[in-house]
């Protein structure tokens, strides 16, 4: 069975950084892409981030450029996003989810891991 | 970027068939994914590339995608499917997916 669990999530003052985790299992991670997608407070979902099995292609959303960074260690079966300069408008909560990058599906989900961002 | 158009809600008696829409500029031409999100639950995959039905998904739900307008469709509605539909495709232009507003599905 395939399963994402997320961690690192909290509570962050405007400005401050978090690091979040993935952690995979069941699946053939090296090979598989992976996304972070978000979802606000009642609102819908918005694809945050994408990398490639190999880690070597990655693609941020406008909102998030220059202040996430997405990678990976196959070695670990983990995938991260490093989240720094966070706003007040980066609180929800996160999932990871297998797939999402070049068209394809994301076909395994994550619980997720909630973050808040106070001013 | 690329812009998908679902309606907020839909409201469908146990039984009948539920027609939720996606609509695009010519989203025809892309390949369309579906999400059920349950109350308070993580999105499950429920059709992708159109029509295809991932295992474990039942058969009462289908997907079309033809012009403007890509349709997830669910047979023989139940009260478990009551949840949030999503759409999604990959904007090329911007090199990322892209989600619709979600659809609440309510049963009657």
């Known amino acids: 069975e395939v399963q994402l669990l997320e961690s690192g999530g909290g509570l962050v003052q405007s400005g401050g950084s978090l690091r979040l985790s993935c952690a995979a299992s069941?699946?053939?991670?090296?090979?598989?892409?992976m996304s972070w997608v978000r979802q606000a407070p009642g609102k819908g979902l918005e694809w945050v981030s994408g990398i490639s099995g190999s880690g070597g292609t990655t693609y941020f959303a406008d909102s998030v450029k220059g202040r996430f960074t997405i990678s990976r260690d196959n070695s670990k079966n983990t995938l991260y996003l490093q989240m720094n300069t966070l706003r007040v408008e980066d609180t929800a909560l996160y999932y990871c989810?297998?797939?999402?990058?070049?068209?394809?599906?994301?076909?395994?989900w994550g619980q997720g891991t909630t973050v808040t961002v106070s001013s | 970027s690329y812009v998908l158009t679902q309606p907020p809600s839909v409201s469908v008696a146990p039984g009948e068939t539920a027609r939720i829409t996606c609509g695009g500029n010519?989203?025809?031409?892309?390949?369309v994914h579906w999400y059920q999100q349950g109350p308070g639950q993580a999105p499950v995959l429920v059709i992708f590339?159109?029509?295809d039905r991932p295992s474990g998904i039942p058969e009462r739900f289908s997907g079309s995608n033809s012009g403007n307008t890509a349709t997830l469709t669910i047979s023989r509605v139940e009260a478990g499917d009551e949840a949030d539909y999503y759409c999604?495709?990959?904007?090329?232009?911007?090199?990322?997916?892209?989600f619709g507003g979600g659809t609440k599905l309510t049963v009657l």
């Open positions: 999604q495709v990959w904007d090329t232009t911007s090199d990322h997916p892209v």
């Open positions: 010519n989203i025809g031409s892309r390949s």
């Open positions: 989810a297998a797939g999402g990058t070049a068209g394809t599906a994301m076909d395994v």
């Open positions: 069941g699946l053939s991670f090296s090979t598989q892409a």
């Open positions: 590339y159109d029509s």
